[in-house]
Structures are given as structure tokens and as C-alpha cells.
């Protein structure tokens, strides 16, 4: 089981950016599906990004599409979810999570309970 730890969130100004950290300890990314969902009290947890385990393809929510980029880095030790243009919309709890490569992720990606583990979530605020 991965432990996955988040860091990034912080109070930004709309229209402003921030880059979420997903990172595993003692285990690298590259070989597990990764996404990224973000939570507000009340709702349920949206999925936002997901970036395919081996080398498989990214995908993101209509929400996000175009001010959001997911990426990992060249060791494959951390996923980021660069997110620009931020919005009061966007304001929440973001946590990531991993689960192994399946040939049904472009599909299940969204759902929550595909994924086997979880971060503890970094609060991202949007607000003037």
C-alpha cells in the first residue's frame, strides 16, 4: 500500500496559479494510475485529472480542461497538478490517488473507489 502525501495548496487570488506535489513514499509513480480529486464539505469528491500508469494518456474533467496540467517528473518520484486561472470554483480540499494500471482507467478513472490509495488532501483557497 502507498502512503501518498500532497503538498501545494495555498490561498491564491483568482486568476492566480498553484502547482499541487503528489509524492510516495519509497516508492516512485511511474508504474500506478494517479489522479487527483478535490473535495468541498457538503459534496462529493470530483475527480479532476488522472495521468495512466506505464505510459498511458491523461485525462481531465470539462471543469479543468485547459487551465489545469498534470505531470510527473523525470524519476517519476512525485505527480504535480499544475492548475492556472484558478477560480472560486475551484477551492477545495485536492487529494491524490493511485491505484495499478488497468485497461478500463480512460474509462473508471472518475470513480473513487477504483483507487486503492489515498493522501490525506491540501486545502487550495481561491479568494480576493
Known amino acids: 500500500q502507498l502512503q501518498l502525501v500532497e ?15 503528489c509524492a510516495a513514499s519509497g516508492f516512485t509513480l511511474g508504474g ?39 505531470s510527473s517528473d523525470n524519476a517519476q518520484s512525485a505527480v504535480y497538478l499544475q492548475m492556472n486561472s484558478l477560480q472560486p470554483g475551484d477551492a477545495a480540499i485536492y487529494y491524490c490517488a493511485s491505484k495499478l494500471p488497468s485497461v478500463w ?4 478513472w472518475r470513480e473513487p473507489n477504483q483507487y486503492s ?12
Open 105 to 108: 482507467d480512460p474509462w473508471n
Open 32 to 70: 500506478y494510475t494517479v489522479a487527483w480529486f478535490r473535495q468541498v464539505p457538503g459534496k462529493e469528491r470530483e475527480a479532476v485529472s488522472v495521468t495512466i500508469g506505464n505510459g498511458g494518456a491523461d485525462y481531465y474533467s470539462d471543469s479543468v480542461k485547459g487551465r489545469f496540467a498534470i
Open 7 to 21: 503538498s501545494g495548496g495555498s490561498l491564491v487570488q483568482p486568476g492566480g496559479s498553484l502547482r499541487l506535489s
Open 117 to 128: 490509495d489515498w493522501g490525506q488532501g491540501t486545502q487550495v483557497t481561491v479568494s480576493s
